[in-house]
């Protein structure tokens, strides 16, 4: 069982941190769709099969194609992928503070005591989401729809372009 | 050779999908590699359909299947399936078969063109998508991959998408059948509303077992019509759009924009036969309101009907065409007719014994006629060809055998008793004769026409400089239509009236009855008169005299000019379909603008100028009243935004790492003790 | 050692990739993504305590994580948005040059 979660967790995090270090654009947005369908498959192997469909629905479906969107609406020329080199200070900095993070986590976890819970597996089915989601949770998804709603639409009015001919709509 | 048991069932589908995945990760230079996967996977899949078939053979009455679940809902669950049972099994050794063919035919065929290893991805996502349709056992899995066919078929069709003609036929396929598509699906969900599954067969529980269809026919939907009679048309409508039925078929004449081999793929062995396959799969739930006396439709009535109609009108609209894959096209309309009819008047036996002959048939037409187009640098009037049966001696045969195997020549070749079958059904139904005579006037026609096709194609002199420069192609493009020629011929003597073993092995019956040729005779005397018919004039008007120039009038154009005009304008169906749905879609969506315009718009300005107005009365009450006390607090407070703002750097790196080291710090001062 | 606690290692080497990618990278969009992956370590770990402790609703943690999903992706399309409107303004995508709102 943990030589699953193993070989997902590797394979999840290689394909992230290969995705963070290339410099062709297109390359890291396939390789952060590997990365996430890693992160899906780690669903499935916990047992919460509805959060991997809906990681692979909105991750690998969705976002990996606005981003691919992303990447293409905002190039120079035709040929123009790649991003300049960064600074090396930056990145230095960049890792410094990230490895400080690491292991202040990873010291964290292992120091934590966490015995093996003899827990049976906690099953959850479409059903009983469905319920708890109309039910008890149904003021967060009626916000949470909300907020998607207005998302969209100030996506769409923040990247349209500027509208300076028509006057009489700004007061 | 060992049977394949059904639980392995996966792989034949599984294996091309591979190839897909493979020919999708190769760049784009390693072709061969992409053709390589592509045929070996294709070719693994027909010897694992072999197997199938043996496994089938060995129990042909019974319909094994297994089972899984897909995805838990509550106390139900979605289940799907494999299901092996004789129909499954010749099926996947035709698709495999002919699909393997094809693909050797395209090693040829596109060798000069730069995306050939798309090509061969695209290629065996289409026959894996197709061999889903054919091994599944719940109409779920069948659905999806149905429209995995119809995706791969969009790219197929417009795989030479910088023709302009190309893509919009890719377009055209796509959306038509998706019109067949939203039936299905409404189908698809009243069927598992009404039943709670979808498996086909599920020892007892399955749609098209016994109970279940008891429960579905003794429902009354709407009208009264009993429920099995609803969703089976439904779920006709599918096929309607997929199988080029009328009055959705205008899509597949179109789809001869792509590269031949596809148009080989789709017309003979896989796409528009997935229509035919599944309402021979479903029959048992299409038929199931036969015994029902009070309902006033049966299902199965309209479906004799709409292949009646589809029969005889692609023949006609094929007499009236020059280009020489649009013939085959109406052909094909035409020859799909038929195997509806013969589901429809209640022998999907007969359907599916003509869809394999025909699948053989008419790939060996198309590919032959690919041959031809390859030879002649992509030309394809036929006016502008002639004079090849000299140069093409190997095309010209093959291409004989398959233009006689469609029109039904007697005895020898397959298509005759394929087609006999269907005709004799036609003639034992009962409701009403009318399709049987569609079925006879579209014999002489498709006669007729496959005359004019070859005597215009191969014989007489070469009217254009490219039909004289004409070659033999490549042996990896004559090699499958001798195949394919073969098996044109042979495939009938499974199915002769005299030794039925096709039929027998279908129908689930161990022991094969033979009847005698004399049952029925008079029937197939006419039919042979009438194949007589239509080739004599064929002759008569095209390969007594034959064509001198590329411009010279056609001799029945001459004759009738107002009907083959016509005819060759197709009917006018686009042009109709232009004037009625393209014209209601754009005036509805005229309506939604204007509504949207001035309705909507006036509510949401007159929101506005009220929110305005209250804008203004607040500010006189502001600006006389509360602004000077606010004025001094505020120049003090600026002062010390001023001071903060200096942390303002604007750099969001610096943010994070603000952030970033402050978590860490945090976490240490609570590790060492502070968290107390 | 524990699922639990290689589920929470795991979680904290993505979330520190994500970190060092949006530390390191200058291009926004990188830096987006890099986001988004802390996102996804942080919905890691809701689903590891849900599956490895015992809680009293069994669909607590599946819910927390659609909810942070559904958010997430409001939050990548307005972020992704942004990118583009930078892009019209700036003619690239450097965030360090996205500093006109300094104090």
């Not at chain 1, 899906?40 to 916990?46: E, R």
């Not at chain 1, 969209?152 to 709509?169: T, W």
């Not at chain 2, 599984?14 to 072709?31: E, N």
């Not at chain 2, 749905?581 to 001035?598: E, G, Q, W, Y």
């Amino acid at each position: 069982m943990n030589a699953v979660l193993i070989a997902i967790a590797l394979v999840t995090l290689g394909a992230a941190a290969v995705a963070m270090t290339l410099r062709n654009l297109i390359h890291s947005a396939l390789l952060l769709i590997a990365s996430w369908a890693g992160v899906a498959a780690f669903y499935l192997w916990a047992g919460a099969e509805f959060v991997a469909f809906a990681e692979v629905l909105v991750y690998v479906g969705a976002v990996s194609m606005v981003v691919l969107f992303a990447v293409l609406l905002t190039r120079r020329s035709r040929d123009d992928l790649t991003v300049a080199s960064d600074s090396a200070r930056r990145a230095f900095s960049g890792f410094i503070t990230g490895g400080a993070v690491c292991g202040v986590l990873f010291g964290a976890v292992i120091a934590s005591p966490m015995g093996v819970m003899s827990s049976p597996t906690p099953t959850v089915t479409v059903r009983q989401i469905g319920t708890q989601l109309m039910g008890t949770h149904a003021a967060s998804l009626l916000i949470v729809g909300v907020i998607l709603t207005v998302a969209l639409l100030g996506a769409i009015v923040i990247a349209s372009a500027d509208r300076k001919d028509n006057s009489e709509d700004t007061p | 050779m060992t049977g394949l048991a059904v639980q392995n069932l996966w792989l034949i589908p599984a294996l091309p999908l591979v190839a897909a995945a493979i020919g999708a990760l190769t760049p784009r230079t390693g072709r061969s590699l992409a053709a390589g996967a592509a045929i070996a996977a294709m070719g693994v899949s027909f010897l694992l359909s072999c197997g199938a078939l043996v496994t089938a053979l060995a129990h042909p009455a019974a319909h094994a299947v297994s089972n899984f679940a897909w995805f838990d809902l509550g106390a139900s669950a979605f289940r799907l399936g494999w299901l092996l049972d004789p129909l499954t099994a010749f099926m996947c050794v035709m698709v495999t078969f002919v699909g393997t063919l094809i693909f050797i035919f395209s090693l040829g065929y596109m060798h000069e063109d730069v995306n050939a290893k798309q090509f061969f991805c695209f290629l065996s996502l289409f026959a894996s998508a197709m061999l889903g349709v054919v091994v599944a056992n719940s109409l779920l899995l069948l659905f999806v991959s149905w429209e995995l066919v119809g995706l791969a078929s969009y790219l197929l069709i417009g795989f030479w998408f910088h023709k302009p003609e190309a893509a919009a036929a890719a377009k055209k396929a796509f959306i038509t059948t998706r019109i067949g598509d939203l039936g299905l699906l409404l189908g698809m969900l009243w069927l598992y509303d009404s039943t709670g599954s979808l498996l086909f067969f599920d020892g007892g529980n399955g749609v098209l077992e016994a109970n279940t269809l008891g429960a579905l026919t003794a429902h009354t939907a709407l009208g009264g019509f009993a429920l099995s009679t609803v969703i089976g048309l439904l779920i006709f409508c599918g096929a309607v759009g997929k199988s080029g039925q009328f009055p959705l078929h205008v899509w597949l004449p179109d789809a001869m924009e792509g590269p031949t081999p596809v148009s080989a793929l789709i017309h003979a062995a896989t796409m528009v036969a997935a229509g035919v396959f599944l309402i021979a799969r479903v029959y048992p739930l299409m038929s199931a309101d036969q015994a029902l006396a009070h309902t006033a439709l049966h299902a199965l009535t309209v479906v004799a009907f709409i292949g009646a109609i589809t029969a005889l009108m692609g023949a006609l609209i094929a007499v009236a065409q020059n280009d020489i894959k649009r013939v085959l096209a109406f052909s094909t309309v035409s020859q799909l007719g038929y195997m509806m009819l013969a589901i429809g008047v209640g022998s999907w036996v007969a359907a599916i014994f003509h869809l394999l002959t025909h699948a053989f048939f008419k790939a060996l037409l198309f590919l032959g006629a690919g041959s031809v187009i390859h030879a002649a640098h992509h030309e394809q009037d036929i006016r502008s060809l002639g004079g090849l049966s000299k140069k093409m001696k190997v095309t010209f045969a093959t291409f004989a055998i398959g233009m006689m195997a469609l029109a039904g020549v007697p005895f020898l070749f397959s298509g005759f008793w394929s087609k006999e079958g269907i005709l004799h059904a036609a003639h034992e139904w009962d409701v009403s004769h009318l399709p049987l005579y569609a079925g006879l006037a579209a014999v002489v026609l498709t006669a007729f026409y496959m005359t004019r096709l070859v005597a215009e194609t191969f014989f007489g002199k070469a009217r254009s400089h490219a039909s004289d420069h004409a070659h033999e192609s490549p042996a990896t493009m004559t090699l499958p239509l001798v195949i394919l020629a073969i098996c044109a011929i042979a495939l009938g003597f499974l199915g002769t009236p005299a030794f039925p073993w096709l039929q027998a092995k279908l129908l689930g019956e161990a022991e094969v009855h033979g009847h005698s040729l004399l049952e029925g005779a008079g029937l197939m005397m006419l039919s042979i008169v009438l194949v007589a018919l239509g080739l004599g004039a064929g002759w008569a008007l095209y390969g007594r005299k034959l064509r001198q120039k590329s411009t010279s009038p056609d001799p029945l154009a001459a004759a009738f000019p107002g009907v083959i005009a016509f005819l060759a304008a197709r009917m006018k169906f686009d042009e109709l379909y232009a004037a009625t749905v393209f014209k209601l879609n754009s005036a509805a969506a005229t309506f939604a603008d204007v509504l949207d315009r001035f309705v909507w718009d006036g509510v949401i300005r007159f929101l506005a100028r009220l929110g305005e107005f209250a804008g203004i009365v607040n500010r006189e009450a502001d600006e006389d009243g509360l602004n000077a006390g606010f004025d001094a607090g505020s120049k003090s407070l600026r002062g010390t935004g001023n001071a903060y703002s200096r942390a303002q750097t604007g750099d969001a790196h610096g943010y994070l790492r603000v952030i970033a080291i402050g978590f860490v710090v945090l976490v240490l001062v609570v590790m060492m003790g502070g968290g107390r | 050692m524990s699922p639990l606690q290689l589920c929470l290692l795991f979680s904290s080497a993505l979330f520190c990739i994500g970190l060092i990618g949006a530390l390191a990278r200058s291009n926004t969009i990188l830096v987006l993504l890099g986001i988004e992956l802390m996102l996804n370590a942080a919905n890691i770990n809701f689903i590891a305590f849900w599956r490895f402790s015992p809680s009293p609703s069994p669909a607590t943690g599946v819910l927390f994580v659609i909810f942070s999903i559904a958010v997430a992706a409001a939050e990548a399309a307005v972020g992704l948005a942004l990118v583009i409107a930078v892009y019209r303004h700036q003619k690239n995508i450097r965030l360090q040059e996205a500093a006109r709102l300094k104090g």
